[in-house]
């Protein structure tokens, strides 16, 4: 079963892939296919139908060393499956470009993340450097990573707490979101330093709006004396 969300990685039934593959000017995306590495689900473009459960819109962004382009396909449903592979921290941390600093505060991260039992996803440069194994980390690549988090569960607030305070420690910026119920995601630094009533950016698989923080983090609202 396929659950369509942002970050989701895809894999691509073989034959469909190659087939796709070899109208592709590039070397890598054949070699991407042989090796069944996925591909990410992205936001339809402008110019593309409405998302469906029929077709799928993916992303292919190339390594540095290949332009750094990002590459687009629409494949049918019934030629993908979910990418299962876990990356965290064994693969991440095994990648090309995996300095002795990154790899402290990765360490640093990870014991974050299992003493509020959350489970980080990688994204970005550091996603696709452990799914590959090729270059995509370079000298001035942040840690990029997700958070999904279940308010009801988690004290939102002491998790922001605590990655903030792990931030300002780590040797390499940390980017990345929380990712809410209903595939809704902020992103963290902005999360910890909004008012409950403040307007916060909040992404989807479909667009961007703004909500009120508490909408996110299932805060009470204040009524009116």
Do not use: C
């Not at 974050?112 to 980390?137: D, F, I, K, M």
């Amino acid at each position: 079963m396929i659950t369509l969300r942002r970050h989701a990685l895809l894999v691509v039934e073989p034959q469909v892939w190659l087939a796709i593959a070899a109208a592709q000017p590039e070397t890598l995306v054949r070699h991407w296919a042989k090796r069944g590495w996925p591909l990410i689900v992205r936001r339809p473009y402008a110019s593309e139908p409405e998302l469906t459960d029929r077709v799928v819109p993916l992303g292919l962004p190339l390594p540095p060393n290949e332009g750094k382009r990002r590459l687009s396909f629409r494949v049918p449903m019934e030629a993908l499956s979910p990418f299962t592979a876990s990356v965290w921290p064994q693969a991440v941390t095994a990648q090309p470009g995996m300095t002795a600093a990154r790899l402290a505060d990765i360490k640093r991260l990870d014991a974050l993340a299992q003493r509020h039992n959350v489970t980080p996803e990688p994204t970005g440069s550091l996603l696709w450097g452990a799914v590959t194994g090729l270059p995509y980390l370079s000298p001035s690549s942040d840690l990029d990573l997700l958070w999904r988090v279940d308010p009801t569960r988690l004290d939102i607030r002491a998790f922001l707490a605590d990655l903030e305070q792990a931030a300002a420690t780590l040797h390499t910026p940390l980017d990345g979101d929380l990712i809410f119920s209903g595939d809704r995601a902020g992103q963290w630094r902005e999360l910890v330093s909004a008012s409950p009533g403040d307007e916060v950016l909040v992404k989807s698989l479909t667009g961007l709006s703004l909500s009120p923080a508490r909408t996110l983090l299932a805060l009470p609202q204040v009524r009116a004396a």
